[in-house]
């Protein structure tokens, strides 16, 4: 079972600005671990979007941002474009379960 | 270019055993933590199993602890999981990814995955 929770879906119409969260707690997220975001296309992959809380790799987009406070972390897609329209999953680590990274829920993109 | 190729998934009944292979190219694989992820049909991400980058040590979900065995191949290129005592909850598209950073950090890249079906 997840220990980071997501809103199961966002949406928004091309140009608009949508926010994902990521809300953990004081073993995962709080205890200072990284957060990181992945897309998922339909029937692909999941890609890496946002390493380190914020860090862009190479190739992705600067509309993709992301940060992080306190127990909980957020990914912003500003521009909203049609192919954005995937899954998207926060990641991290997790003290309190015997070596284990853990998942986001996952949250669907829609673009109307 | 870095590249994972998994195979071995197939349809298997439950109580039997399967092994994965992940071929990985592009890259110094001995320099590098590998990990398991699944994804049951239509659900989320689920962690599965980390090894360190020479074997020495290795980590597991509790859902798969004690049934599972994550190995590497370090002269071959080579990640494998042992799975034995398969379940039907075990149905999963499988996917090795490359570990990033240190401990929690990311996975990239990822492997196109394989399927796994439990189903007698």
């Known amino acids: 079972q997840s220990v980071l929770t997501q809103p199961p879906s966002v949406s928004g119409a091309p140009g608009q600005r949508v926010t994902i969260s990521c809300t953990g707690s004081?073993?995962?997220?709080?205890?200072?671990?990284?957060v990181h975001w992945y897309q998922q296309l339909p029937g692909t992959a999941p890609k890496l979007l946002i390493s380190?809380?914020?860090n862009r790799p190479s190739g992705v987009p600067d509309r993709f941002s992301g940060s992080k406070s306190g127990t909980s972390a957020s990914l912003a897609i500003t521009g909203l474009q049609a192919e954005d329209e995937a899954d998207y999953y926060c990641?991290?680590?997790?003290?309190?379960?015997?070596?284990?990274?853990?998942f986001g829920t996952g949250t669907k993109v829609t673009v109307l | 270019q870095v590249q994972l190729v998994e195979s071995g998934g197939g349809v298997v009944q439950p109580g039997r055993s399967l092994r994965l292979s992940c071929a990985a190219s592009?890259?110094?694989?001995?320099?590098?933590?590998m990990h398991w992820v699944r994804q049951a049909p239509g659900k989320g991400l689920e962690w599965v199993a980390v090894?360190?980058?020479?074997?020495?040590?290795?980590y597991y979900a509790d859902s798969v602890k004690g049934r599972f065995t994550i190995s590497r191949d370090n002269s071959k290129n080579t990640l494998y999981l042992q799975m034995s005592g398969l379940r039907v909850e075990d149905t999963a598209v499988y996917y090795c990814?490359?570990?990033?950073?240190?401990?929690?950090?990311?996975?990239?890249?990822w492997g196109q995955g394989t399927l796994v079906t439990v189903s007698s």
């Open positions: 990814a490359r570990g990033g950073g240190n401990r929690g950090g990311w996975f990239d890249p």
């Open positions: 592009g890259f110094t694989f001995s320099s590098y933590g």
């Open positions: 090894i360190w980058y020479d074997g020495s040590d290795k």
């Open positions: 004081s073993s995962n997220i709080g205890a200072g671990y990284d």
């Open positions: 380190g809380n914020s």
């Open positions: 990641q991290s680590y997790d003290s309190s379960l015997s070596g284990s990274y853990v």
